[in-house]
């Protein structure tokens, strides 16, 4: 299964801070902000590498760096917004992908509402990105979308899922990797995850 749960000690610890209901606006931002870029660490680790030679103080030295290429941020609106800082923190060169799709409360399936993509994606990397991995179906979408500008490889990067999100995904885009900070229990009757941590979006943007 194209899943990965990324349990490490900070991300469980920040995660409580998030789920906690008291936590405040911009702390939450802030703890989004930094699980994000322990994510990327891991959704990043197996990226392209070309041999290189440096020159340091003494010698010259046999290593390796980024393979000359495409990488791309796309953040579902609105939502993965506030994942992109930190993915841009760790990729500063990254081009961005917006990706407006919303879920009908009363269907609960995605509406794409706006799309503002890079010229090309062909051959690049995409790192989508989500807080939450709930019915799978804006995340789907995405992926719909961005497979046609045919990208070399997409993954996916999200806060949490639910198990009925991720075997959507499984079953679906199977060739796409998932890394989230934890696989929660389920989805309730109005399709949020339990215990989850709420409405990401209206977390992070005081909206709630």
Request: charged residues 20%; glycine residues 6%.
């Amino acid at each position: 299964m194209p899943l990965h749960v990324v349990d490490h000690p900070l991300i469980v610890h920040k995660l409580s801070i998030l789920r906690d209901k008291t936590t405040s606006v911009k702390k939450f931002r802030e703890v989004v902000n930094e699980i994000t870029m322990l994510l990327a660490y891991e959704a990043t680790r197996d990226l392209p590498m070309d041999d290189v030679d440096v020159e340091t103080p003494l010698c010259t030295a046999h290593t390796r760096m980024l393979k000359q290429g495409e990488l791309v941020v796309a953040p579902i609106l609105r939502a993965g917004l506030g994942m992109m800082p930190g993915m841009l923190d760790i990729l500063p060169t990254a081009r961005v992908a917006h990706l407006g799709l919303k879920r009908d409360e009363q269907t609960h399936k995605p509406i794409t509402y706006y799309m503002n993509m890079p010229t090309s994606l062909k051959g690049a990397i995409v790192l989508v990105v989500d807080p939450m991995l709930a019915t799978a179906g804006s995340l789907c979408a995405a992926i719909d979308l961005l497979k046609e500008q045919q990208p070399a490889k997409i993954v996916a990067v999200c806060l949490i899922a639910a198990p009925e999100g991720a075997q959507r995904m499984e079953t679906t885009h199977p060739d796409v990797h998932i890394y989230v900070g934890a696989l929660d229990e389920k989805l309730n009757e109005r399709a949020y995850i339990v215990p989850g941590l709420g409405d990401a979006g209206d977390r992070m943007f005081g909206t709630a």
